[in-house]
């Protein structure tokens, strides 16, 4: 059965005066959404790791472990973990914490990022890109594989038959390697063996088609076996599609525009925020028009798991509440029972 989820990266919302809520109510409503999504049924939530002011939650494992203590089913991970700026030993020992205390809910996405101000933070370079995160993807498989880990690369200390505490449980840590489009990611998952989770945030999902024909061929030449492909895509449900539109439009706008402007792109239009809806990676309507697209895009994609990140921008709390509500109790349903009746199977 293909698996359902959440994603957010905390997008800082507005109070009824149009100021910015502060960061901690915002990382308060996050934790709220998340005990709603575990209620409602959805299989996983995600929180991305960002470090920027319309971002609220930069220390994701944090946030999960509260999220930990307040459900019982839901599946905990990141949408995505910044692996490149951080070191893996600590990234395994904070997932293997969380994982001891959710009782094996955890999960990883590990990836580059999309942003780049974890570089200057954290004191590493952009030249150093490619290499950084090669390396060190190339560690946190070994790590979440093997009881004791020899490792040597250029991006940090050595190890020698290193045991690291505290160590995962017969079920292990699920590890995914989220990527945006470029052959060599593909090929780079399975070669680690790990999962692979496709992001589309724009165009049809269906161009992503050849990157699962590459992972196919891939596993087919490296003798790895079939894992799991996820797919995270940006979306808003509410109770009619006029009204999913009217909500997400302005905060949509507002978000692309601030990064527009800071990696100069043309402002978007609401032309184009219409077709990504239409045609494109953006699942905005309807329990019924979002079910249909995601089924869709499960079907053609040959998914094992849909996660949709269900805040683009600054819509409110309350929104993004019946918005996770409308996805587990309405959205969630539709999907597997229109993926049944056509008889289509995941991976």
Known sequence: MVELGLDTFGDVTKDAAGQDQPMDQVLRDVVEQAVLADQVGADFIGLGEHHRPDFAISAPEIVL??????????????????????????VFQRFSTLNAISNGRA?????????????PLFGYA?????????????LFAKLVRQDTVTWSGQTRSPLRNQRVYPPLGPGGLTTWVGVGGSPESVVRVVRQDLQLMLA?????????????????????????????????????????????REIAWPAYAEMFGRIGRERGWPPTTRDKFLAEVEHGALYVGSPETVARKIAATVRDLKLDRFDMKYTTGPISHGQQLECVRLYGERVIPMVRDLLASDGARPR
């Not at 952009?126 to 190339?138: C, G, H, S």
Request: glycine share 10%; net charge negative.
């Open 65 to 90: 472990a509260a999220i930990a203590g307040r459900t019982s089913r839901i599946r905990l991970g990141t949408a995505v973990t910044v692996l490149s700026t951080d070191d893996p030993v600590r």
């Open 107 to 119: 999960e990883v996405i590990l990836g580059r990022g999309s942003f780049t101000e974890s570089y």
């Open 200 to 244: 589309i945030i724009g165009g049809d999902a269906r161009r992503f088609l050849p990157y699962v024909d590459l992972y196919d061929r891939a596993c087919a030449q490296l003798g790895r076996s079939h894992r799991p492909i996820g797919v995270h895509s940006p979306g808003f449900i509410a109770a009619t599609d006029t009204e999913a």
């Open 126 to 138: 952009l030249e150093d890109y490619d290499r950084l995160f090669e390396e060190k993807l190339d």
